[in-house]
T-cell receptor, first 113, second 113 residues
Framework: KAGVTQTPRYLIKTRGQQVTLSCSPI?????VSWYQQTPGQGLQFLFE???????NKGNFPGRFSGRQFSNSRSEMNVSTLELGDSALYLC????????????FGPGTRLTVL | QQQVKQSPQSLIVQKGGISIINCAYE??????FPWYQQFPGKGPALLIA?????SEKKEGRFTISFNKSAKQFSLHIMDSQPGDSATYFC????????????FGTGTSLTVIP
């Protein structure tokens, strides 16, 4: 089975721009979660989507948004980028929502200049 | 507020030695405790996980010890190898609230030959 894939792997943007990241979960998985990883804050939960509905949301500003499509693929969008948004963005997929094992993708490295 | 506290931040162990990483939590609603291993440039990968109905789980050289009354759990890596050099994250998730994982801040393990 193919693992979780994320595109693009690397992105460089400037302040004020917006960015869209994509995640394709493992086949058959319906839950997709997004995390932000930084050296200072570690892994911080952004949000989870299950069957196209946002199930949970972490403590991030409204500039961070996401969606999930009927094929379980997910996108996250960050608008009005700030320098502090530079991070590794990780997507994780699970078969179900509710304490299920999460399988992570390789991440998208976003650099904001 | 860090819901899962992890220590030490870094650890250096001789090849063949035992690596021990500790985590503590306060939220008694947590009922699933996975450990993830992350290599540079990769996403976290599930190593081993435990639920609070058991006090220990062993898989190969990796063991989780769980102390429900103390709200602590730890990862033991027996016969540590240079290939184990990575960052290790503990995590916890409450029941019936989706897949919002709370991660520790990570431990950078270096195993020297």
């Amino acid at each position: 089975k193919a693992g979780v894939t994320q595109t693009p792997r690397y992105l460089i943007k400037t302040r004020g721009q917006q960015v869209t990241l994509s995640c394709s979960p493992i086949s058959g998985h319906r839950s997709v979660s997004w995390y932000q990883q930084t050296p200072g804050q570690g892994l911080q939960f952004l949000f989870e989507y299950f069957s196209e509905t946002q199930r949970n949301k972490g403590n991030f500003p409204g500039r961070f948004s996401g969606r999930q499509f009927s094929n379980s693929r997910s996108e996250m969008n960050v608008s009005t980028l700030e320098l502090g948004d530079s991070a590794l963005y990780l997507c994780a997929s699970s078969f179900s929502s509710g304490g299920d094992t999460q399988y992570f993708g390789p991440g998208t490295r976003l650099t904001v200049l | 507020q860090q819901q899962v506290k992890q220590s030490p931040q870094s650890l250096i162990v001789q090849k063949g030695g035992i690596s021990i990483i500790n985590c503590a939590y306060e939220n008694t609603a947590f009922d699933y405790f996975p450990w993830y291993q992350q290599f540079p440039g990769k996403g976290p990968a599930l190593l081993i996980a435990i639920r609070p109905d058991v006090s220990e789980k062993k898989e190969g050289r990796f063991t989780i010890s769980f102390n429900k009354s103390a709200k602590q759990f730890s990862l033991h890596i027996m016969d540590s190898q240079p290939g184990d050099s990575a960052t290790y994250f503990c995590a916890a998730i409450p029941s019936n609230t989706g897949n919002q994982f709370y991660f520790g801040t990570g431990t950078s393990l270096t195993v020297i030959p």
